[in-house]
């Protein structure tokens, strides 16, 4: 590991721990004063030990002046895989600095499926700089992969395949491997793909079995027991779940008449799944797909959409609370007591949103389980309720003197976590029913809910048992 990344000591403290596999502050520190120097040499010497993913890093951790100023030094030295590994809100500010030929070289390192990540959201002229850039063959590929629908399969594989015929042995694989050119050779692979006459994939062979296997073995004999063939019209979500379900390395990719046409590996399936759980959390939170790097205004107009939503579920809570005035002038008590149940209800229903929206993702939450999920979080919510409606109808008590409304908040607690446990659950599941993202909808609704239902049920029952 470079001496620029802070390591983990086993014995460390948390604070520590969260340090670890992060540039040092006194690298990045040099780094932006050999910058501030000019000094090219030195700038090279700190930046040559670093990994691809943290140049990427700390590109996206500086300022923009910074960061333009760095690239224009470290010049020809820039790698391609630092452009793959940048967030797409850097990228393109970082590709429209580079030079025609450090961008030429840059790319032609790259593998095509990362060249396809890394032009898709450009805009035109980029894209096409960087088609240009590439060897005819290179974007005769990217050209063929671009043509798939986003977020498909045949967007996510690359077309650098390594394959075999079913009848060959392992002699014959590892001198066809040994005569072909370097270049003709995807940068990492993990499987030969065996194929029949038609180039139908038949089953995989790993690199490892046929490094320990001898010569006159055939291929066909040590194929891999778990075998996915990947469609290429195929979600690159479902991509994921595949890999992650079934643990593969990496899967062949086929068009309509079943014929090999590329290969998924294992870092793009876990790229997939990392940015769906990325995209999940945010939109949970009503914040979009924003990074550190926007600016004010990008990230202004992508969280002001979620507040305007937020504005009327609280007008309808509002109005709810504005039907019993009455009630509230006569009992002040209801106004101090009221938002501790709106709150408990909101929490509650934040739980079960969250454990509900997680599991249909990873597809855990089915038809066969849907109404066992259900009523365990309706009962959840009902256990809650009352180990906290005996705390709050107690405080209710000691706080205020009266018994009465001590039940009146014990009872509405009840009521709001058990709805909170059936919203929570319900809503995302009917979403999903409907084609709707539940991650990107549900919150709103949920909240809607459980304080509409809080509010009604605490001033409701004291207008009917206190008044």
Same mark, same amino acid.
Request: charged share 25%.
């Given at each position: 590991?470079?001496?620029?990344?802070?390591?983990?000591?086993? +014995?460390?403290?948390?604070?520590?721990?969260?340090?670890?596999?992060?540039?040092?502050?006194? @690298? &990045?520190?040099?780094?932006?004063?050999?910058?501030?120097?000019?000094?090219?040499?030195?700038?090279?010497?700190?930046?040559?030990?670093?990994?691809? #993913? %943290?140049?990427?890093?700390?590109?996206?951790?500086?300022?923009?002046?910074?960061? *333009?100023?760095?690239?224009?030094?470290?010049?020809?030295?820039?790698?391609? $895989?630092?452009?793959?590994?940048?967030?797409?809100?850097?990228?393109?500010?970082?590709? !429209?600095?580079?030079?025609?030929?450090?961008?030429?070289?840059?790319?032609?390192?790259?593998?095509? %499926?990362?060249?396809?990540?890394?032009?898709?959201?450009?805009?035109?002229?980029?894209?096409?700089?960087?088609?240009?850039?590439?060897?005819?063959?290179?974007?005769? *590929?990217?050209?063929?992969?671009?043509?798939?629908?986003?977020?498909?399969?045949?967007?996510?594989?690359?077309?650098?395949?390594?394959? +075999?015929?079913?009848?060959?042995?392992?002699?014959?694989?590892? %001198?066809?491997?040994? +005569?072909?050119?370097?270049? %003709?050779?995807?940068?990492?692979?993990?499987?030969?793909?065996?194929?029949?006459?038609?180039?139908?994939?038949?089953?995989?062979?790993?690199?490892?079995?046929?490094?320990?296997?001898?010569?006159?073995?055939?291929?066909?004999?040590?194929?891999?027991?778990?075998?996915?063939?990947?469609?290429?019209?195929?979600?690159?979500?479902?991509? #994921?779940?595949?890999?992650?379900?079934?643990?593969?390395?990496?899967?062949? &990719?086929?068009?309509?008449?079943?014929?090999?046409?590329?290969?998924?590996?294992?870092?793009?399936?876990? #790229? &997939?799944?990392? $940015?769906?759980?990325?995209?999940?959390?945010?939109?949970?939170?009503?914040?979009?797909?924003?990074?550190? !790097?926007?600016?004010?205004?990008?990230?202004?107009?992508?969280?002001?959409?979620?507040?305007?939503?937020?504005?009327?579920?609280?007008? #309808?809570?509002?109005?709810?609370?504005?039907? =019993?005035?009455?009630?509230?002038?006569?009992?002040?008590?209801?106004?101090?007591?009221?938002?501790?149940?709106?709150?408990?209800?909101?929490?509650?229903?934040?739980?079960?949103?969250?454990?509900? &929206?997680?599991?249909?993702?990873?597809?855990?939450?089915?038809?066969?389980?849907?109404?066992?999920?259900?009523?365990?979080?309706?009962?959840?919510?009902?256990?809650?309720?009352?180990?906290?409606?005996?705390?709050?109808?107690?405080?209710?008590?000691?706080?205020?003197?009266?018994?009465?409304?001590?039940?009146?908040?014990?009872?509405?607690?009840?009521?709001?976590?058990?709805?909170?446990?059936?919203?929570?659950?319900?809503?995302?599941?009917?979403? $999903?029913?409907?084609?709707?993202?539940?991650?990107? @909808?549900?919150?709103? =609704?949920?909240?809607?809910?459980?304080?509409?239902?809080?509010? =009604?049920?605490?001033?409701?029952? +004291?207008?009917?048992?206190?008044?």
């Amino acid at each position: 590991m470079s001496e620029q990344i802070e390591e983990l000591d086993p +014995a460390a403290s948390p604070e520590e721990r969260a340090e670890a596999y992060v540039l040092d502050r006194k @690298a &990045v520190a040099a780094i932006l004063e050999a910058v501030e120097a000019n000094d090219q040499a030195h700038l090279t010497q700190l930046m040559e030990p670093l990994h691809a #993913a %943290d140049i990427a890093d700390l590109l996206e951790q500086i300022d923009e002046d910074d960061r *333009a100023a760095l690239i224009r030094l470290y010049g020809q030295e820039f790698d391609g $895989e630092i452009l793959s590994e940048l967030d797409e809100s850097v990228r393109e500010e970082v590709i !429209s600095i580079l030079t025609p030929q450090v961008l030429t070289q840059a790319v032609r390192e790259l593998d095509s %499926d990362d060249v396809v990540d890394l032009i898709e959201d450009l805009e035109d002229a980029q894209q096409e700089t960087i088609l240009d850039a590439l060897e005819e063959t290179d974007r005769v *590929a990217v050209e063929q992969a671009l043509n798939w629908p986003e977020y498909s399969a045949g967007r996510l594989m690359q077309r650098e395949v390594v394959m +075999a015929p079913e009848h060959w042995t392992v002699g014959q694989a590892i %001198d066809h491997l040994r +005569a072909t050119k370097e270049e %003709d050779l995807p940068d990492q692979f993990y499987h030969i793909v065996m194929v029949d006459p038609r180039l139908h994939p038949v089953g995989n062979v790993t690199l490892g079995k046929l490094m320990r296997s001898r010569r006159e073995t055939r291929l066909a004999d040590i194929l891999e027991e778990t075998f996915q063939i990947i469609p290429a019209m195929r979600d690159e979500g479902d991509v #994921a779940y595949a890999f992650n379900q079934y643990h593969l390395i990496s899967a062949p &990719v086929v068009d309509e008449e079943g014929r090999l046409i590329g290969v998924i590996t294992i870092d793009d399936a876990m #790229a &997939v799944l990392d $940015e769906e759980h990325e995209e999940d959390i945010l939109r949970l939170a009503g914040v979009g797909e924003g990074s550190l !790097s926007d600016r004010v205004t990008e990230t202004t107009k992508q969280r002001l959409p979620w507040l305007a939503v937020n504005l009327v579920t609280a007008i #309808a809570a509002s109005v709810v609370i504005s039907q =019993f005035e009455a009630a509230i002038a006569q009992i002040v008590a209801l106004a101090v007591l009221m938002p501790i149940v709106a709150s408990m209800g909101g929490n509650a229903g934040t739980q079960s949103l969250t454990v509900a &929206v997680r599991a249909i993702a990873t597809k855990d939450l089915t038809g066969s389980n849907v109404w066992r999920v259900i009523r365990r979080e309706v009962l959840v919510g009902l256990v809650n309720g009352l180990i906290f409606a005996v705390i709050m109808g107690i405080v209710g008590v000691l706080w205020f003197g009266s018994p009465g409304l001590g039940y009146v908040i014990a009872t509405a607690m009840v009521i709001n976590l058990v709805v909170a446990g059936l919203a929570g659950t319900g809503i995302p599941i009917l979403l $999903e029913r409907f084609g709707v993202d539940p991650a990107l @909808a549900s919150g709103a =609704f949920v909240t809607t809910v459980t304080d509409v239902v809080g509010f =009604f049920a605490f001033l409701g029952l +004291a207008a009917l048992v206190l008044l």
